[in-house]
């Protein structure tokens, strides 16, 4: 069993900064790929972006291409979300997700364990 907590959400303006961040309990958690989601007000789930079990694949949506980055240190179970020049469309609640497959994914269905979310609201 894994369980995650996400930390690093909050308010910003736009064209600012924030780093969320995961920290993953469980021995298995480096073999996992692990990946961060949001949900925007009225919108589906969508994949933000995904790293794979050694971190050296990742994915990103079209839409925070160049703004994000999603990094891992599997020593302290942990994985981050950089996220720089913020547009209010970024508003969401953000969850990460792990998924026992260690490889990327980007459907919601794929991914095993789910945290309970953190809110970013960046204002324009």
């Known amino acids: 069993q894994v369980q995650l907590v996400e930390s690093g959400g909050g308010l910003v303006q736009a064209g600012g900064s924030l780093r969320l961040s995961c920290v993953a309990s469980?021995?298995?958690?480096?073999?996992?790929?692990l990946g961060w989601f949001r949900q925007g007000p009225g919108k589906e789930r969508e994949c933000v972006a995904v790293?794979?079990?050694?971190?050296?694949?990742?994915y990103y949506a079209d839409s925070v291409k160049g703004r994000f980055t999603i990094s891992r240190d599997n020593a302290y179970n942990m994985m981050y979300l950089q996220m720089n020049n913020l547009k209010p469309e970024d508003t969401a609640v953000y969850y990460c997700?792990?998924?026992?497959?260690?490889?990327?994914?980007?459907?919601?269905?794929?991914?095993?364990?789910w945290g309970q979310g953190t809110q970013v609201t960046v204002s324009s």
């Open positions: 997700a792990a998924r026992r497959a260690g490889i990327i994914g980007t459907m919601s269905n794929e991914y095993d364990y």
């Open positions: 469980g021995r298995t958690f480096s073999t996992y790929a």
């Open positions: 790293i794979n079990w050694s971190g050296a694949s990742t």
